[in-house]
């Protein structure tokens, strides 16, 4: 098959960091950069505006989910998931693999697919590398992803080996599969910026954590003609020395003019790791999730607004924050309205945690521009010892 551009802008690099711009069709996505999670066309307790104010440009959605409820069909005749949710820009859609493996109660693996049972209702599905291509295509996402075979990050080798083989495998059908109803029209600009009309597809490299299952799944997916690489089978469970020695033997066998996104992983430390390893992209449900506990991010470390500490506080969750919570609200108002368990806290806390993550990436792209990203991340690690 033969190469193909993509349609990412590097614009500086410090040691193995990048700072860039991927272009999709619903706009430009500034990188390093953190995507909320918007599974099933929803970021938790937030709005599309909501989500525009904290600065925003790309939100994760889920094949596996949207394809069962309200099903790949329904959107395609509502207009699309960007109509339908009301976001103007640009949305990626994990193919599903994941789910299958983790929601799923059935599973069958055959070389066409996966057969699986919705965890709603039980009915019985089949997933192909092609079927699911044509789901995102009705979904009508920016960015694709390839079906994947996960399988846990300490399974045995010969397992792991298995699984990269069929994940290669599906790989090269689905990528056949989107140039058959893609033809590639990238326009490269003077100024080095790009013209995307169309979806671009993401390949994903799994290899759990073994150095030559990652080196071969890294090699194998840079010859075929992609857009970019999710690396999956990562952050699920395996320790932080596990995933830098995985990263070690992945990104630099991947092509440096092509995007890098690690798939779910969200917490500051991890994040600045990856990007020390190269890697561009983002997502992960932490900082909503924890929202909803009461827990706040502050580039000083957590707090949890529970804490009785607060009732009185008159300050706001982050000194210089510049989100809508910050702005308007103090710590003793927010800790009441949890201890009433009034629902505006999940969006106020929200709000706040994810503000907190873009503005740490544009922190980041701006210390890879000055060079200084090394001391950078010293300095947010030292925070969230
Ligand atoms: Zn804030």
Not at 16 to 44: D, E, S, W
């Amino acid at each position: 098959m033969t190469q193909i551009i993509s349609p990412f802008q590097i614009l500086a690099t410090d040691g193995k960091a990048r700072r860039g711009k991927l272009y999709t069709k619903h706009g430009v996505i500034n990188t390093p950069v953190f995507m909320p999670v918007a599974t099933q066309g929803c970021v938790k307790a937030l709005t599309d505006e909501d989500l525009r104010n904290v600065g925003a440009e790309c939100l994760l959605s889920n094949t596996y989910h949207l394809f069962l409820r309200p099903t790949a069909d329904f959107l395609a005749n509502m207009g699309g998931l960007h109509k339908f949710m009301n976001w103007d820009r640009s949305i990626l859609t994990d193919s599903g693999g994941f789910q299958v493996y983790s929601l799923s109660q059935f599973r069958k693996i055959t070389e066409e697919g996966v057969w699986f049972k919705s965890h709603h209702d039980g009915s019985k599905h089949f997933f192909t590398p092609e079927s699911v291509i044509e789901a995102e295509q009705k979904i009508g996402s920016d960015i694709w992803t390839c079906l994947d075979m996960l399988i846990p990050a300490q399974s045995k080798k010969a397992d792991a080996k298995k699984a990269l083989e069929l994940t290669k495998r599906w790989a090269e059908r689905a990528v056949k599969k989107y140039h058959s109803i893609v033809p590639q029209q990238i326009v490269k600009n003077e100024d080095g910026s790009f013209t995307v009309p169309h979806s671009l597809i993401f390949g994903i490299i799994q290899g759990a954590i073994y150095d030559d299952l990652r080196k071969d799944a890294s090699q194998t997916m840079a010859k075929l003609p992609l857009h970019g690489f999710c690396i999956g089978g990562l952050s699920v469970g395996e320790t932080r020395e596990e995933m830098n020695f995985a990263l070690t033997h992945t990104t630099p066998y991947l092509p440096p003019e092509k995007p890098r996104y690690l798939m779910g992983l969200g917490t500051p430390q991890e994040i600045l790791d990856c990007i020390a390893h190269g890697v561009d992209m983002f997502d992960c449900v932490w900082p909503t999730r924890v929202a909803r506990n009461g827990q706040v991010m502050t580039r000083n470390g957590k707090l949890n607004i529970k804490n009785l500490a607060y009732r009185n506080d008159t300050k706001p969750l982050e000194e210089g924050c510049d989100c809508f919570t910050c702005k308007h609200y103090s710590r003793a108002y927010l800790s009441h309205l949890f201890r009433c368990g009034e629902l505006t806290s999940h969006r106020l806390l929200s709000i706040h945690n994810i503000r907190f993550l873009t503005r740490l990436m544009q922190d980041t792209r701006t210390a890879i521009e000055q060079g200084v990203f090394a001391k950078f991340k010293e300095e947010v690690d030292k925070a969230y010892k």
